[in-house]
T-cell receptor, first 115, second 114 residues
């Protein structure tokens, strides 16, 4: 089955700096890569996603890049703010005939933005 | 639209007992997935239901089971509880059956097994 590795497990940055979180996946059939943000005590929420036919996607201060050949994808947050502090999860999905997708998550990155 | 809801929010059980958790998806959503979240293992997929049928299953023992009703509400059952089952159980709903449907998570049920 799919295996998703996520690094680093913790990341501390100063407000205004950039943060980068990297994930690798094992199943070349994976074709959808969402990123979720989970604030302390809250539910995970989708912040950005990318499909396998796209190399990069940007939404304001966040962007995701995908390298299908190397089977890795990254989340980039620019101009970080204290409210960006949370756990970020990457995920990969594998299409399955006649079924909804199955999300395999990385183990998460705790991002701390210091004011 | 109301979000995904889960009941109860907190549960304390002892080893050997069984427990049933409930998930109500967003109105109109037909797919419900369940995840176990622990500090060491992160979010692990349990199973997914669509139109009352289990269509995907993760690598959990048979003590973990689920079902979905005709109104798309879903329940998850864990029998013969073990200490290691202590976790946050999250359900997520999505609208359709395609690969790109966003999953919306509920607040979770925090299960503690003593």
């Amino acid at each position: 089955g799919e295996n998703v590795e996520q690094h680093p497990s913790t990341l501390s940055v100063q407000e205004g700096d950039s943060a980068v979180i990297k994930c690798t996946y094992s199943d070349s059939a994976s074709n959808y890569f969402p990123w979720y943000k989970q604030e302390l005590g809250k539910r995970p929420q989708l912040i950005i996603d990318i499909r396998s036919n796209v190399g990069e996607k940007k939404d304001q201060r966040i962007a995701v890049t995908l390298n299908k050949t190397a089977k890795h994808f990254s989340l980039h947050i620019t101009e970080t703010q204290p409210e960006d502090s949370a756990v970020y999860f990457c995920a990969a999905t594998q299409p399955k005939r006649g079924s909804n997708y199955k999300l395999t998550f990385g183990k998460g990155t705790l991002l701390t933005v210091n004011p | 639209k109301a979000g995904v809801t889960q009941t109860p929010r907190y549960l304390i059980k002892t080893r050997g007992q069984q427990v049933t958790l409930s998930c109500s998806p967003i109105s109109g959503h037909r797919s419900v997935s369940w995840y176990q979240q622990t500090p060491g293992q992160g979010l692990q997929f349990l199973f997914e239901y669509f139109s009352e049928t289990q269509r995907n299953k993760g690598n959990f023992p048979g003590r973990f089971s689920g079902r979905q009703f005709s109104n798309s509400r879903s329940e998850m059952n864990v029998s013969t509880l073990e200490l290691g089952d202590s976790a946050l159980y999250l359900c997520a709903s999505s609208f359709g059956a395609g690969n790109y449907n966003e999953q919306f998570f509920g607040p979770g049920t925090r299960l503690t097994v003593l």
